[in-house]
């Protein structure tokens, strides 16, 4: 078996649940049509199943490798970015005026979540390539745009993002690397970053890393770090490629999972970079490329879900094992009762996670022109990343069980899904630190984009109850206690609400695919495989917000109760 792009999940999304059409409608993508989309969404999809799919198995066993100072790449990568890059697809959200497609994010999100499931090694490396791309179009001079865009763009150059340091961790603020003025506006890079994901490879013709440094006059902490363009090759003034510049791959760090994708320590010697931005604003300007890395992070959760309940899907049709509950002959394992409700699990949550995903990208294409759509996609973000990787892990963990004994052996592919997705929940932002943005800065403005989120599923549910009243009724009753949940964690002091954030956040994403799933139903008018899958998440899934919300009344106060000799026992 092996992986098929669900097209037609992104097409019925599109058409009703997410409000897609508004974004065709608006001026910034009035260029784009229904059927442009469609046709984009059917190449990404034969792309993703019939050449990048393949790879994913070869990937993981045949990891990438550092070879006398040189990352050597798993069997058929290149080949396949090669045509990742000839299909634009690298710069499929990049402006027209640098030589990228200027599609909506959402559609990128789309095409980001084929990838992923396709072979989420891979797919790291245009994922990367987009936010740099991001990052300079918004904050670098004309004079780096021009050097750097056009190649980034078409996949001649990659692009990387270099943040983390050895001991600083999550604490951007703690890093050491030094910048220092060159006096010809060029400055000198030293120190060394870790996990930098596809840091180098055997095939493009320069990396561009975007690093992160003190100047000797910097502040400490967040304030006084500046980003820095640092590339391996230095190009020339006409853009041809010059000297190799001063920086190495020390080493490839040895992961659980994502073994085809080369993640690197780098040393930086005096290297030469440019500023990106201004000095002393270089979180203000990663932060362009990390927050759409967060919405690509929580698809590469999808991918790995949707792919991992295909795999299962196929294994409990096929596998026979004991007699059939239902008294269907030859029947395979799926006819048994909890296999069966664990692939409705997979299915319903992978659903809820995509469509998370792209209603955060609906709300950020609407944003460029619509500040309450700005404010709402700025709220999805954290949930989207955290709710969507988590769900890739836990669909993954569950598909292994599906094969049961089978699941546990290399060979069947199962576990590379679960080894595969577990780190993203870790990176572009841990889960726990998402949940405390959402409660934190996502909640400064007394909670008006939230609370309209909640109107929105309530006004949708109440119109709901003349076709479904049942699961009309369920679902408005969530948003409700969602309600009192959210304006309980407005009175919290910030650390209690820390204490609260990650069960507040699955509550949150519980109630928004109750939401979904009913649109879902209505959709399809009230009989079918949706909304059989909807009346299974409604009765079984969604109530599960009630037990988290009982959370939110607690606060830290509990937790902090348990001193560290307690947790000794």
Same mark, same amino acid.
């Given at each position: 078996? %092996?992986? =098929?792009? +669900?097209?037609?999940?992104? @097409?019925?999304?599109?058409?009703?649940?997410?409000?897609?059409?508004?974004?065709?409608?608006?001026?910034?993508?009035?260029?784009?049509?229904?059927? %442009?989309?469609?046709?984009?969404?059917?190449?990404?999809?034969?792309?993703?199943?019939?050449?990048?799919?393949?790879?994913?198995?070869?990937?993981?066993?045949?990891?990438?490798?550092?070879?006398?100072?040189?990352?050597?790449?798993?069997?058929?990568?290149?080949?396949?970015?090669?045509?990742?890059?000839?299909?634009?697809?690298?710069?499929?959200?990049?402006?027209?005026?640098?030589?990228?497609?200027?599609?909506?994010?959402?559609?990128?999100?789309?095409?980001?979540?084929?990838?992923?499931? &396709?072979?989420?090694?891979?797919?790291?490396?245009?994922?990367?390539?987009?936010?740099?791309?991001?990052?300079?179009?918004?904050?670098?001079?004309?004079?780096?745009?021009?050097?750097?865009?056009?190649?980034?763009?078409?996949?001649?150059?990659?692009?990387?993002?270099? *943040?983390?340091?050895?001991?600083?961790?999550?604490?951007?603020?703690?890093?050491?690397?030094?910048?220092? =003025?060159?006096?010809?506006?060029?400055?000198?890079?030293?120190?060394?970053?870790?996990?930098i994901t596809w840091g180098d490879n055997d095939f493009s013709e320069n990396v561009c890393h975007l690093v992160l440094a003190r100047l000797p006059d910097g502040a400490p902490g967040t304030k006084g770090i500046s980003l820095f363009m640092v590339p391996k090759v230095i190009p020339n003034e006409d853009g041809s490629l010059g000297e190799k510049?001063?920086?190495?791959?020390?080493?490839?760090?040895?992961?659980?999972?994502?073994?085809?994708?080369? %993640?690197?320590?780098? /040393?930086?010697?005096?290297?030469?970079?440019?500023?990106?931005? /201004?000095?002393?604003?270089?979180? $203000?300007?990663?932060? %362009?490329?990390?927050?759409?890395?967060? !919405?690509?992070?929580?698809?590469?959760?999808?991918?790995?879900?949707?792919?991992?309940?295909? $795999?299962?899907?196929?294994? &409990?049709?096929?596998?026979?094992?004991?007699?059939?509950?239902?008294?269907?002959?030859?029947?395979?394992?799926?006819?048994?009762?909890?296999?069966?409700?664990?692939?409705?699990t997979m299915r319903a949550d992978t659903f809820v996670a995509r469509s998370i995903a792209l209603a955060c990208g609906v709300a950020l294409d609407l944003g460029r022109t619509v500040p309450e759509q700005q404010a709402r996609g700025a709220f999805l973000i954290p949930i989207a990343k955290a709710f969507s990787t988590d769900i890739g892990h836990?669909?993954?963990?569950?598909?292994? @069980?599906?094969?049961?004994?089978?699941?546990?052996?290399?060979?069947?592919? &199962? &576990?590379?899904?679960?080894?595969?997705? =577990?780190?993203?929940?870790?990176?572009?932002?841990?889960?726990?630190?998402?949940?405390?943005? !959402?409660v934190g800065r996502k909640l400064m403005d007394g909670g008006e984009a939230a609370f309209a989120l909640l109107d929105e599923i309530e006004t949708f549910a109440e119109a709901a109850r003349a076709i479904l009243p049942k699961r009309a009724i369920a679902v408005w009753n969530s948003a409700e206690t969602l309600r009192e949940g959210l304006e309980?964690?407005?009175?919290?002091?910030?650390?209690?609400?820390?204490?609260?954030?990650?069960?507040?956040?699955?509550?949150? #994403?519980?109630?928004?695919?109750?939401?979904?799933?009913?649109? #879902?139903?209505?959709?399809?008018?009230?009989?079918?495989?949706?909304?059989?899958?909807?009346?299974?998440?409604?009765?079984?899934?969604?109530?599960?917000?009630?037990?988290?919300?009982? @959370?939110? =009344? *607690?606060?830290?106060?509990?937790?902090?109760?348990?001193? +560290?000799?307690? *947790?000794?026992?």
């Amino acid at each position: 078996m %092996t992986y =098929r792009a +669900p097209v037609s999940d992104y @097409q019925f999304i599109f058409d009703h649940i997410v409000d897609f059409s508004a974004v065709l409608n608006s001026e910034s993508f009035s260029d784009v049509d229904q059927d %442009t989309v469609l046709a984009i969404l059917e190449e990404a999809g034969k792309l993703a199943s019939d050449v990048i799919a393949p790879l994913d198995r070869g990937g993981d066993l045949n990891p990438a490798q550092l070879v006398d100072g040189v990352v050597k790449t798993s069997p058929g990568f290149a080949d396949a970015l090669g045509q990742v890059a000839e299909g634009g697809w690298i710069g499929m959200l990049a402006s027209p005026d640098n030589g990228g497609m200027g599609l909506p994010l959402t559609v990128g999100t789309a095409v980001n979540d084929m990838m992923s499931g &396709a072979c989420l090694a891979l797919s790291l490396y245009p994922l990367m390539c987009q936010g740099q791309i991001e990052a300079l179009e918004h904050h670098a001079s004309d004079d780096l745009k021009a050097v750097y865009l056009p190649k980034l763009v078409s996949g001649e150059w990659c692009g990387t993002m270099n *943040l983390t340091e050895p001991g600083a961790g999550s604490d951007v603020g703690a890093l050491r690397t030094k910048a220092e =003025r060159n006096g010809d506006g060029s400055y000198s890079i030293t120190g060394q970053k870790i996990f930098i994901t596809w840091g180098d490879n055997d095939f493009s013709e320069n990396v561009c890393h975007l690093v992160l440094a003190r100047l000797p006059d910097g502040a400490p902490g967040t304030k006084g770090i500046s980003l820095f363009m640092v590339p391996k090759v230095i190009p020339n003034e006409d853009g041809s490629l010059g000297e190799k510049n001063s920086l190495h791959v020390v080493s490839l760090e040895h992961k659980l999972g994502i073994h085809g994708s080369p %993640t690197c320590v780098m /040393e930086y010697d005096g290297a030469k970079g440019w500023l990106v931005g /201004e000095e002393h604003q270089g979180m $203000k300007c990663m932060f %362009t490329m990390m927050n759409n890395a967060r !919405l690509g992070v929580g698809v590469q959760g999808v991918g790995i879900a949707e792919a991992a309940t295909q $795999k299962a899907l196929a294994y &409990a049709q096929d596998r026979v094992q004991g007699k059939s509950p239902l008294g269907n002959e030859g029947a395979g394992i799926i006819d048994h009762a909890d296999v069966r409700r664990m692939l409705a699990t997979m299915r319903a949550d992978t659903f809820v996670a995509r469509s998370i995903a792209l209603a955060c990208g609906v709300a950020l294409d609407l944003g460029r022109t619509v500040p309450e759509q700005q404010a709402r996609g700025a709220f999805l973000i954290p949930i989207a990343k955290a709710f969507s990787t988590d769900i890739g892990h836990e669909v993954a963990q569950t598909g292994v @069980q599906v094969h049961g004994g089978m699941g546990y052996i290399e060979e069947t592919g &199962a &576990a590379q899904y679960a080894r595969d997705a =577990r780190i993203t929940s870790i990176y572009e932002g841990t889960n726990g630190i998402q949940a405390m943005d !959402l409660v934190g800065r996502k909640l400064m403005d007394g909670g008006e984009a939230a609370f309209a989120l909640l109107d929105e599923i309530e006004t949708f549910a109440e119109a709901a109850r003349a076709i479904l009243p049942k699961r009309a009724i369920a679902v408005w009753n969530s948003a409700e206690t969602l309600r009192e949940g959210l304006e309980t964690v407005l009175t919290l002091p910030m650390n209690d609400r820390f204490g609260v954030a990650v069960p507040f956040l699955r509550a949150f #994403a519980r109630v928004l695919g109750g939401y979904f799933h009913l649109k #879902a139903a209505i959709a399809e008018g009230g009989d079918g495989p949706r909304s059989r899958l909807a009346a299974f998440y409604i009765k079984r899934m969604l109530p599960e917000h009630r037990a988290l919300l009982a @959370q939110v =009344r *607690l606060g830290a106060q509990d937790i902090y109760a348990l001193s +560290p000799e307690d *947790l000794t026992v």
